[in-house]
């Protein structure tokens, strides 16, 4: 955590929660400060979003036909299991 100026602490209140624009000298970026909750929401909706992207893709994979049977699945996962124990073995 770090303590504000007294002019970013001013502005966060004049934003009543809504977003400031922050500039950093000698910092060619600039950031924006936002309510943790606002923060916490925005990133649950971008991982819901992300994960309906992936079902989609999945139920494309499927209805084009792209599938294994399970056993052979579970072959490759036993085998890239077994490959990552030994990678780890040898470090």
Do not use: C, W
Not at 11 to 36: C, N, S, T, W, Y
Not at 37 to 53: H, P, R, W
């Amino acid at each position: 955590m770090i303590k504000l100026s007294e002019e970013a602490a001013e502005a966060l209140k004049a934003a009543k929660g809504g977003p400031i624009a922050v500039d950093v000298p000698g910092f060619d970026h600039r950031f924006a400060v936002i309510d943790q909750t606002e923060y916490d929401s925005a990133m649950a909706e971008l991982e819901l979003q992300k994960n309906v992207a992936l079902i989609r893709e999945g139920i494309a994979d499927v209805e084009a036909g792209r599938t294994f049977p399970l056993d052979e699945s579970m072959d490759r996962v036993r085998e890239i299991l077994l490959l990552r124990k030994a990678d780890d073995a040898l470090r």
